[in-house]
């Protein structure tokens, strides 16, 4: 097998097609070698390759190196499916199909290689006030393989829908009200106070329709949580490593004096529905992440890593 002059230059260079039209025929070309004969067109990818891109013995993050559980062959599939998940909401958004077709011919070639098992993901039950979120644990492995109970259309997930969120966890439609709080000054920012946090990432096939899924957080927060635990979880999920994820939550941050005299300066019903509300959202969130190694064992990548919410205590902004 001969991969053509153009696939096999990029594949020399340790680098894979684009996403682009023009590259569309390249990646078809290289993913059909693959499901014609993994062997034959692993050993042409060695072959050609001289940056060491694909390959490695060691694999480092949040600053701890460790030996990851996968072969060349492993490592080669992985490293097709981070490219092609690159950009995930970018062509999402555009609704790009082609590009979801070959994310899913590629988890079907790990599939049929049994190198990675499919996900085994638990959300745990609806809060019996807010109606969405409260944990998720990790019953088996989280891999790039999609846990059906879990993930969106065609086994992808999706950023939060509204609408969806709104008819099943009508708490939502009156928390997404508040106007945003600063933590440092208490000044009103100009954006919304609360969004939609994933406890399963999109990116990482988690549904944006399950209210299981979601919790209302601050939107600093989110940020917090994206910047220091879902961008690990994202980069060795799509590369083909499985890890064990999970999500716990602190108890709700409850009726405090500072928030019932807050609710007790309220001059409307929206304001103080929304004061009452927010006395059942989690103080935090504590997220735990390890990944399997070569030896089979579990190494912890975060401990039990603390996500603050931040509810106010004053008047909401509407």
């Known amino acids: 097998m001969a991969f053509s002059p153009r696939l096999a230059l990029l594949l020399s260079k340790g680098r894979l097609p684009l996403k682009s039209d023009a590259d569309q025929p390249l990646w078809n070309e290289l993913i059909s070698a693959f499901e014609a004969n993994a062997a034959t067109a692993l050993a042409e990818v060695v072959a050609l390759e001289k940056s060491g891109s694909f390959f490695y013995d060691t694999v480092t993050v949040n600053n701890i190196t460790f030996a990851p559980s996968s072969n060349d062959l492993n490592q080669f599939l992985g490293a097709m499916h981070e490219s092609l998940m690159h950009d995930f909401d970018k062509y999402n958004r555009k609704g790009d199909t082609r590009v979801h077709g070959l994310v899913t011919r590629v988890r079907q070639l ?21 109606r969405m979120g409260t944990g998720l644990v990790t019953t088996g492995l989280l891999t790039f393989l999609p846990d059906p109970t879990i993930s969106g259309a065609g086994g992808f997930g999706s950023q939060p829908d509204q609408v969806v969120i709104a008819n099943l966890a009508p708490m939502w439609a009156v928390l997404k009200q508040r106007v945003q709080v600063k933590q440092a000054n208490g000044a009103i920012g100009k954006t919304t106070h609360y969004v939609l946090a994933h406890l399963l990432n999109h990116q990482v096939n988690g549904s944006g329709a399950l209210p299981a899924n979601v919790v209302p957080f601050s939107g600093d927060g989110n940020k917090l949580m994206a910047r220091q635990a879902e961008s690990h979880l994202k980069q060795m999920v799509q590369m083909g490593l499985q890890v064990n994820y999970s999500i716990a939550f602190e108890p709700a941050v409850g009726m405090t004096p500072g928030r019932a005299s807050a609710l007790a300066s309220c001059t409307t019903k929206l304001q103080r529905d929304i004061v009452t509300a927010e006395q059942y959202l989690p103080a935090a969130l504590i997220i735990t992440l390890s990944v399997l190694q070569h030896d089979n064992t579990m190494l912890t990548i975060l401990p039990g890593l603390r996500i603050p919410n931040f509810v106010p205590e004053t008047v909401p902004v509407t």
């Open 110 to 130: 790990a599939v049929n290689q049994g190198f990675i098992q499919q996900s085994a993901v638990t959300l745990q039950p609806v809060d019996a006030q807010h």
